[in-house]
């Protein structure tokens, strides 16, 4: 069985042999997640992660119908230093074996990252979703904020490419014509699926059980009116963001003067050329031989338009994230306002 | 107390002090607390459900960090084993293996017992629990009663003890633990969705955004206060005593409001007002910006 082994940040593309069945022609409609699933991703989190960094992990699952159902997930360890021969295709095939004996789905449907204050939108993302869905039709990326989660309401986000970008990745024309020819905005990189959490009944039971006897008090950290601290951080990557795409910016318009410049020099050059071939023809001298024009004048490189998509799904992101904050802190303040209004 | 005399091996239950058909947090403690997180439940549970045809009962390894003076459980794997009258075969390759790829991705995780579903600790555990003797020191067991035989599900940890006469018939008794559960922040929150999956028809529920979460929260304190306010009419009709204890708690409850004078509370609303607004407009104008961008860019 082939496997293909993608960039060493990430987890291994599955087997394309593996694939589901039958071909689906509708992409996935509606994801459903069970409960177990969402507290691994917590856990894994919680335990493993540290600031910035990212953990990841796979999810196993089947599809029924339009409906992907995810019903298990294993972490992925992350790359230390000392881990030199460490084999990620290796350990994911063990942990899939394995997992078979237990009689847990072992069909590769996805992966998961955390992500930080919601910066996600990178190559890195783009290449290993890609790959995945290329491998699998229905797989699906899900995004995990643990910040925001923290902060009162689980935030969990699942995300595919859209079939235009899938051939533009296919093809790997990542230039500015064959952007433009699909025309590609940053709104249509990705398409957000939306989750439904689904338990069994024993899993209900357990909930049940757990309420009765567990005495740890909800804390209410949704009602939290001091978040500034958030904002600001958003804000602040919202700034780095776009700064890197003011200087994208600006490199593409540098690049577009030169374009211009050259060709003017290219039509001037032709212009003197055929001058003096036509003085040198009433001279009754041999023209001068044509030269490649082309060599002469190197056209300058076109700078790569993907990374301006991405800054600017990314900056996309960003807002929609700090416009959900400020609208959740104004219901906040009126309700407080609400409050104090009655006690003077 | 229930004793099976068969050669040298014995297992009993304390007896418990009190006749209650699920006598688990009033028991002794002579060991270590037992702190459990949701996510190892939620995990034996779905083993459970997906055993193979004609097992009873599923085991496992359970995986955490030990304290001092507790055990907490973050993390567990089921092993695939084969029980039946007289005999009890597990895969201990399989368990190896397994925790040697947890290890990988967690690696101060180590093996502090195992668990089982089902509600008696029969011979075969003991057995087993001999053989994650070898794994860990003291490790613990847990039982989960899946199958509700007492239309609960029982959740108990016990831990091995030695007993009987040294030199001549010794046994192995499992004395019961107090278990608590235990989250994190996160989990908390995670649980507390899970929590309202219950109450959905068909148990989907899906993921809310924006200013229905802060609605949901708010209605959440709605009917905590309606509950608080159903309590003092009882209480000041006369149909309920008063409680000081719960009269501490309101008086708590009452004075947290912060008493800010009118005009200083309006100055600081607005401030955040604005901030907000401003905030709200810039992230719009960006917006705007880049996709004004997109288009020319496009043209």
Known sequence: MASRKESMSTPTAPMASTSSGATLDSPVKQIQIEGLVVLKMIKHYQEEGQGTEVVQGVLLG????????????????????DDADFDEVQYQMEMMRSLRHVNID???????????????????LLDSQFSYQHAIEESVVLIYDPIKTAQGSLSLKAYRLTPKLMEICKEKDFSAEG??????????????????????????????????????????????LSSSNHLEK?????????????????????????????????HQYTQRRQQENAQRQTRGEPP?????????????????????????????????????????????LFLAEALQGHNS | MRAQPNGSQLNFRTPSRTAAPAPDLKMAVHGPVVKIHPVVLASIADSYERRNEGASRVIGTLLG?????????????????????????????????????????SPTEVIIGWYATGFDITEHSVLIHEYYSREAVNPIHLTVDTAL??????????????????GKTVGVMFTPLTVKYIY???????????????????????????????????????????????????????KVQADNSVGRFLTDLVSKVPKISAEDFESMLNSNINDLLMVTYLANLTQAQIALNEKLVIL
């Open chain 1, 62 to 81: 089947l599809v029924v119908e339009d409906r992907l159902e995810i019903t298990n997930c294993f972490p992925f360890p992350q790359h230390t230093e």
């Open chain 1, 106 to 124: 072992h069909l590769h449907v996805g992966w998961y990252q955390s992500t930080y204050y919601g910066s996600f939108v990178s190559r890195a």
């Open chain 1, 179 to 224: 952007l433009k020819k699909a025309m590609i905005g940053f709104e249509h990189m990705f398409e957000e699926v939306p989750i439904v959490i689904k338990n069994s009944h024993l899993i209900n039971v357990l909930m049940w059980e757990l309420e009765e006897k567990s005495t740890v008090a909800d804390k209410h950290e949704l009602l939290n």
């Open chain 1, 234 to 266: 958003s804000l602040q990557l919202l700034m780095d963001r776009v700064d890197d795409m003011s200087q994208d910016i600006v490199k593409y318009n540098t690049y577009s003067r030169n374009l211009s410049k050259q060709q003017q020099q290219k």
């Open chain 1, 288 to 332: 001068l031989p044509e030269e490649d024009i082309s060599k002469m004048f190197k056209p300058p490189q076109p700078p790569p338009r993907m990374d301006t998509l991405l800054i600017a799904g990314q900056i996309n992101n960003y807002c929609q994230n700090v416009k959900e904050f400020t609208s959740q802190n104004l219901g906040k």
């Open chain 2, 65 to 105: 960090t030990v304290d001092k003076h507790s055990v907490e459980v973050t993390n567990c794997f089921s092993v695939p084993h084969n029980e039946s009258e007289d005999e009890v075969a597990v895969d201990m390759e399989f368990a190896k293996n397994m925790y040697e790829l947890h290890k990988k991705v």
């Open chain 2, 149 to 166: 035989q007492s239309n609960k599900m029982n959740i108990r940890a016990y831990i091995s003890a030695q007993m009987g006469v040294p």
């Open chain 2, 184 to 238: 994190y922040d996160t989990e908390r929150i995670g649980v507390g969705l899970l929590q309202r999956t219950r109450d959905a028809p068909n148990r989907a529920k899906g993921l809310t955004s924006d200013l229905c979460q802060v609605g949901g929260a708010a209605t959440r304190v709605q009917d905590m206060l309606t509950t608080v306010l159903a309590y003092i009419e009882e209480v000041l009709s006369g």
